[in-house]
């Protein structure tokens, strides 16, 4: 293949092609993401068996620790937008997992049920198999320096001026 072939629609030599290629590999959005959807591939399934997603099971782990909690503070917890949190949350009810509260004056907080405690429960060694395999596959890297890492910059990104 000469430099000026084409694969699909581009040319191997295409300027536009060499900028998007390096916007990718320095994007901290597209490799952050990209980084999640594979960890989320590793949790989801490990928790196969137990019917649950691991977004289902983070939103009921935000539920039982944030106690009381509306939506907005759950969203602001799990740093989720609240139209997908809710979405999420109606899925977990529908499922007989989570049930709302009303405490009136339009005020609503989540709590599980007992199905949705004994599916936490349930869950909870499959999380940590999942866990395991992670830490495993990305030896000889420490996992708790990256945790600490990433806190550190979702702390860092949380101060006012980077959310403006």
């Known amino acids: 293949m000469t430099s000026n072939q084409t694969v699909g629609q581009h040319a191997l030599t295409d300027p536009l092609h060499d900028t998007a290629s390096h916007m990718l590999t320095i994007c ?30 983070i ?3 935000g539920i039982i620790t944030q106690q009381g909690a509306n939506l907005s503070q ?20 529908k499922a007989g997992l989570v049930r709302e509260i009303d405490l009136g004056n339009r005020n609503t907080t989540y709590q599980l049920t007992p ?28 996992w708790h320096d990256v945790v600490n890492r990433l806190q550190a910059v979702g702390v860092a ?3 006012p001026q980077h959310l403006d």
């Open 74 to 93: 759950l969203s602001k917890y799990l740093d989720m937008d609240a139209s997908t949190l809710s979405r999420g949350l109606g899925t977990l009810q």
């Open 157 to 159: 990104l949380r101060t």
């Open 28 to 57: 901290p959005t597209f490799q952050l993401r990209r980084v999640s959807r594979l960890v989320t591939q590793i949790f989801d399934q490990s928790l196969s068996p137990t019917g649950l997603r691991c977004t289902q099971v």
């Open 115 to 142: 199905q949705g405690q004994r599916a936490v429960n349930a869950a909870a060694p499959y999380w940590e198999k999942a866990l395991k395999r992670f830490e495993e596959q990305l030896a000889p890297t420490d």
């Open 59 to 61: 939103t009921m782990l």
